[in-house]
């Protein structure tokens, strides 16, 4: 009997988007703990799956989706909780929705640092990598 694989390379997921929920293009995507999709912001147990490729709105009475692109991406480093070189390979943490910064309490993981250019953070986000 021949053993068949799927395979799926994990570069994009599509997610379901939670009502009353604006989620812009280029900005991080969470999901919440109902497992639904929202714009990433500072607060804690969210899990942050990757950049969104298209903007979404949903209203209250409608749900929607969302395709995540997953993999290494160049963000804002906080001014206010700065990365530095010594954080390479280490985890950086949700500010808002297009900035990263070193502390943990009252956020959630955004990725791990992957290198600085220009004054941002390439982060690698998604879990394919972890």
């Given amino acids: 009997m021949e053993n068949k694989k799927t395979y799926r390379t994990g ?7 939670a009502k009353n929920t604006t989620i812009e293009a280029g900005h991080m995507v969470a999901v919440n703990a109902s ?3 929202v714009q990433a912001s500072k607060a804690e147990n969210l899990k942050v799956a990757g950049l969104a490729e298209e903007s979404v709105t949903t209203g209250p009475l409608e749900t929607g989706e969302i395709t995540v692109r997953r993999g290494c991406f160049l963000l804002a480093n906080a001014e206010d909780d700065l990365l530095e070189q010594p954080d390479i390979l280490g985890d950086c943490y949700v500010v808002d929705s297009e900035t990263v910064g070193k502390t943990a309490e009252g956020s959630s993981k955004a990725g791990r640092v992957l290198g600085f250019e220009d004054g941002c953070v390439w982060v690698e986000m998604g879990g394919i990598y972890e």
Avoid at 11 to 17: I, R
């Fill in 11 to 17: 570069k994009y997921l599509v997610l379901p988007v």
């Fill in 35 to 37: 497992g639904c999709a």
